[in-house]
């Protein structure tokens, strides 16, 4: 019996971890994200994007322009890979794309304006500038690395749906409509948090149905577990409308619009505006608060469609719609799988471990950082409360850093993503490089705060980046003897 308790608490753990993180983080954010990664493929001109993200551009351009596009996007490590996947399969090289991919989560404008009030300026400006030199590091490697495959990819066939050379104007207003419904649905600011007016819907019982939900599916919120509210069903079941919806709707829709189209479309309308609210249960009815977010998503979505019906040929729509829903059908499935995950091994992994692994700046400590940021993962912003609690239990500032740079970076569900879109070796490749760097970059900065000279962390650094030479000088020497064979064929 108390192995089918514990049984019982994983499961629970699982669900909940998934339920919350569907109802609160995937509508407002993800979606846009994936409607974006499908415009993207579909409309913008390859030209646009390998102009600047392209193989060929100089790095000293795409590099710090995709560092420069992923410093406005306040989204987490699932909501930015659809992104990824978009600029990736429009001709972005590797590099510049892993650069957008590691540095977006990590060093975005809200994540380090929110560190540095809670935590301290000195762990924000760590932040961000540990993530420009390890994130450009990153993809400069993950680039060197693959290079071979990558040249073949560039001397490929164009993918996606080829538009003119250049960004016409309607393509600009369109994506950036796309892109302020994303931050309007993830910005925390007073005009969008705050309500103008609220509705009482009669719905007598939602206080006891809210119990229930909490008795079914309980939750810490000191472990950073959010639990399923009554909002959060509603929209789960929305989100199951659309899913069931949208498999003949988006998924036929490249052979022409159905009518299970517009209802796929209008649920998805529907369940945005609802996740936009604020809703209280109480014993004699529901309470929800029109929030300026809600005003805020339903004019972004008006504008979406005028733009659309007026600017936009129906067999450009189509393409949107069909590579939207294929990246849906990609990843989606992967995502639900990761983040169930979490919430089982979260119940696995005792807290106090990690206290005492990572109390003191060890290389062991560091390590147990980053293994903390990768296992028990927590969406956009809610890494920095939970790294001000690690603070607070004793955690040294250096595996703190460690644990800032892996936690936004890298997940279970993540990881599986990313696999999907660029396989396993370079995915794994790439996870393994987050590791080092942040392991790296807390023991660096654990050392500068325990009053190591300067002259000692150069010494750290140099050692490093000797290290990091020699691995890189064999790999290059190794690819040069795999391509000579091929080059004199």
């Known amino acids: 019996m108390v192995a089918i308790g514990y049984v019982v608490r994983l499961l629970q753990s699982g669900l909940g971890n998934l339920g919350a993180y569907l109802a609160a983080h995937v509508l407002l954010c993800l979606l846009p994200a994936f409607f974006i990664a499908g415009a993207m493929a579909a409309l913008i001109p390859k030209e646009s994007v390998t102009r600047f993200l392209g193989p060929r551009a100089p790095k000293y351009v795409s590099f710090p322009a995709a560092a420069l596009a992923g410093s406005v996007l306040a989204v987490c490590s699932c909501t930015i890979v659809p992104l990824f996947a978009g600029i990736y399969k429009k001709g972005a090289g590797l590099g510049p794309a892993i650069t957008f991919l590691f540095f977006a989560p990590a060093a975005n ?275 920095v409360p939970i790294a001000k609690m690690f603070l607070g239990l004793g955690m040294h500032r250096g595996p703190l850093v460690a644990y800032l740079m892996a936690d936004p970076e890298l997940s279970l569900q993540s990881i599986l993503m990313i696999s999907a879109i660029i396989g396993r070796a370079r995915a794994w490749t790439y996870v393994a490089l987050v590791a080092v760097f942040s392991t790296v970059s807390g023991l660096i900065y654990g050392a500068w705060v325990d009053g190591a000279s300067l002259w000692l962390l150069a010494l750290y650094l140099l050692a490093s980046l000797a290290l990091l030479a020699i691995a890189l000088y064999l790999v290059d020497r190794r690819g040069r003897r795999v391509l000579t064979p091929t080059e004199g064929e």
Do not use: C
Not at 236 to 248: C, E, M, V
């Open 109 to 383: 404008i809200l994540a380090l304006a929110y560190t540095g009030v809670l935590i301290g300026g000195d762990i924000a400006l760590a932040r961000i500038i540990l993530s420009l030199v390890f994130g450009i590091g990153i993809g400069l490697i993950m680039a060197l690395i693959f290079r071979r495959s990558e040249a073949d990819r560039d001397r490929g066939p164009a993918l996606g749906f080829e538009g003119g050379g250049r960004m016409t104007p309607r393509l600009w207003a369109f994506m950036i409509l796309l892109a302020a419904l994303l931050i309007a649905g993830t910005l925390k600011i007073g005009l969008l948090t705050g309500h103008v007016a609220q509705v009482n819907l009669p719905i007598a019982g939602m206080d006891r149905f809210q119990d229930t939900l909490f008795r079914l599916v309980p939750f810490d919120a000191a472990k950073g577990e959010e639990g399923i509210s009554a909002q959060g069903a509603i929209l789960i079941g929305l989100l199951a409308l659309i899913g069931l919806s949208a498999w003949r709707g988006l998924g036929k829709v490249d052979e022409g619009f159905n009518r299970w189209t517009g209802v796929s479309l209008g649920l998805i309308v529907l369940t945005l505006a609802l996740a936009a609210t604020r809703m209280e249960p109480l014993a004699a009815g529901l309470q929800v608060f029109i929030t300026g977010r809600m005003i805020a998503v339903l004019l972004l979505l008006a504008a979406l469609t005028f733009v659309t019906r007026r600017y936009f040929a129906a067999h450009e729509v189509q393409e949107w719609l069909w590579e939207t829903w294929r990246f849906v059908r990609q990843i989606f499935p992967l995502l639900v799988v990761g983040v169930f995950a979490v919430g089982v091994i979260r119940q696995l992994i005792r807290p106090e471990w990690i206290f005492a692994l990572a109390g003191r700046n060890t290389l062991l400590g560091n390590l147990a950082g980053v293994v903390f940021g990768v296992f028990l993962y927590f969406p956009t912003l809610v890494e």
